[in-house]
């Protein structure tokens, strides 16, 4: 044998000592429990706000509180009200909610109020948009903002990382779900060290978001579905099935955008796209009634509740209408996210199947269902998954959500996705 002359190289990045990460968990610390605040108060002051509206408010006018005529009063002044914003407020709420997506970009500070009254009176309002994407933006915004100033030696790249992290953290209340979308991120993009190095900062960030949210709002999205026991081939079969529907009804939605924005964005003015699009959104409001409005959380709680409460056809009806309402919010305007609302659609499409097969396991239904939505509106697989799977209480679904998570990325992959570019095409 020859002698060995030559050593091996060494696989992937050298992992980067402790002193160089050390510097870095302040500042995360700091973004964390920032951007959960900030979470935490726009989403009070909007609930506050929204019980008035929905509470006190008719009851005083003799208006039933979800009446058909309520809600068409309220959501096309919510579209009056977030127009004016869009209108007079200095830096206009920001660039059209359509261009947007999960991944801010940095915005000058001058916008930030006008961004979140936008969001709180959307909130409170009753259109189908959830806090995500303008809430993260704001964090995104200040964190660059101030931590450049604070701490100019700092990378800038750093911080909005640190504040989308934070903020998701925040959102979902476990770090989980930041630390999935940040390695999704930096998939493909030159690192320095291992992957977990580059996730320890955004990972403290997360952390230092969930558990401020957690110990301050006491968030839950275990819905309270029962659990599931050992899965088999009918399962399997079930989910792929309702996966794959859902991912093609959510396709029905992104391939529609670009047409409906095109349709408001000739009214060219945010007084006339706002509150045409509270018009269209009273009608649907008025077509599915008043589970379809808001961002959908606690929506989904009732809904769960009482599983049979439904038939297969209102059940359907609710998926389609708060989809159709997702839709039109997105396009005419109104600042909001799209993942909360998908997981009403998605609840409602997987109870549809469970009344319509009842052998199918509810929580098998409800988390496939909610997993093909996301993957079509968001494209983001780790994100899909990771609320699939927190929605249920059931380990042994989460093979099952794997396995059919396969087909439903299939049908959306490559294809057009929910955020247009400027000129008004999707992006792919």
């Not at 060494?10 to 605040?37: M, Q």
Request: contains cysteine.
């Amino acid at each position: 044998m020859a002698p060995e002359t030559t050593q091996q190289a060494p696989r992937g990045a050298p992992t980067l000592p402790a002193r160089a990460l050390l510097p870095f968990i302040l500042p995360a610390v700091v973004v964390g429990v920032a951007a959960s605040l900030l979470f935490i108060g726009v989403s009070t002051a909007a609930e506050q706000l929204q019980h008035v509206l929905w509470g006190p408010l008719p009851d005083a006018l003799g208006v039933g509180r979800y009446s058909v005529l309520w809600m068409f009063s309220m959501l096309v002044a919510t579209g009056i009200a977030v127009g004016l914003v869009v209108w007079k407020v200095p830096g206009h709420a920001g660039p059209d909610p359509a261009t947007l997506g999960l991944n801010a970009p940095v915005l000058p500070p001058v916008v930030l109020p006008g961004l979140v009254l936008a969001t709180a009176l959307m909130l409170a309002g009753g259109p189908s948009l959830g806090p995500e994407n303008p809430i993260i933006a704001v964090n995104v915004a200040l964190a660059a903002w101030l931590g450049g100033r604070l701490l100019p030696r700092t990378p800038g790249a750093l911080w909005p990382v640190l504040a989308e992290a934070a903020t998701i953290g925040a959102l979902f209340g476990t770090p989980v779900a930041a630390a999935l979308v940040i390695s999704e991120s930096l998939a493909g993009r030159p690192m320095r060290g291992r992957l977990w190095d580059n996730l320890f900062a955004p990972l403290t960030a997360g952390a230092c978001g969930a558990i401020t949210t957690t110990l301050m709002a006491h968030p839950s999205f275990d819905l309270g579905l029962p659990p599931m026991g050992h899965p088999d081939g009918k399962d399997l079969l079930a989910g792929l099935v309702i996966a794959s529907a859902a991912a093609v009804l959510g396709m029905c939605a992104v391939y529609a955008f670009p047409h409906v924005h095109a349709v408001f964005r000739r009214l060219r003015h945010p007084m006339l796209m706002l509150p045409a699009g509270g018009v269209v959104l009273g009608a649907l409001g008025a077509l599915g009634g008043h589970l379809t409005l808001f961002k959908g959380l606690s929506e989904v709680g009732e809904l769960s509740r009482d599983p049979d409460g439904w038939t297969a056809g209102q059940f359907a009806t609710m998926s389609v209408v708060k989809l159709a309402a997702l839709l039109v919010a997105a396009s005419c305007g109104f600042r909001g996210g799209r993942i909360f609302p998908s997981v009403f659609v998605g609840t409602a499409l997987g109870l549809c199947a469970h009344a319509l097969v009842p052998a199918v396991h509810p929580s098998l239904a409800v988390a496939t269902g909610v997993l093909g939505i996301l993957l079509a509106i968001t494209r983001q697989g780790w994100v899909s998954l990771f609320t699939a799977a927190v929605l249920v209480a059931s380990p042994s679904i989460i093979a099952l959500l794997c396995i059919a998570s396969l087909p439903a990325w299939l049908l959306v992959t490559g294809r057009p996705q929910m955020q247009l570019r400027e000129d008004g095409t999707p992006l792919r």
